[in-house]
């Protein structure tokens, strides 16, 4: 089942490449007491990831914090490395916004949010959706009906509803 508005955020331990290399970062410290935006995909390096979803939060980070988002958080299924990596290419970590991997796809279960897609060599990775999460609690939750569109999950698209 996966979870809804209103709902808590499940407790995860995400990983992200710091200075010194991975660190683990407790999602539940992270958010309580913050607004956050946390926007999910299916893939670190995929086609619509790449070109549409990340850049949309990277064209948006300031309208966010106007808004009052203390920060802006990417996960996806891949590992801190490889998180670190995709943030310096797309301009993700220079706009702030925060990588985290989902390594174990822990997280994105828990969520209910996982598919898996055999013939595009996609197991256990998360679906692509956005959301605002309020003092750990979710208060705008935007999925896809399909992991290889970026319509209601794109930062423009959960700006205008906040």
Known sequence: MSISKGDKLPAANLTHLGADGPETVDLAA?????????FAVPGAYTGVCTTAHVPSFVRTADQF?????????????????VMGA??????????????LGDAESTFTKAMGMDFTAPPAG???RSKRYAMLVEDGTITLLHEEDNPGQC?????????DAM
Do not use: H, Q, Y
């Not at 319509?151 to 700006?159: D, K, P, Q, W």
């Open 65 to 81: 914090a106007a808004k009052g988002v203390d920060e802006i958080i990417c996960i996806s299924v891949n590992d801190p490395f």
């Open 151 to 159: 319509n209601v999950s794109a930062g423009e698209a959960l700006l």
């Open 86 to 99: 995709w943030g310096e290419a797309t301009g993700a970590a220079a706009a702030g916004i925060t990588m």
């Open 122 to 124: 996609l197991i256990n």
């Open 30 to 38: 992270r958010t309580a007491g913050r607004k956050v935006v946390i």
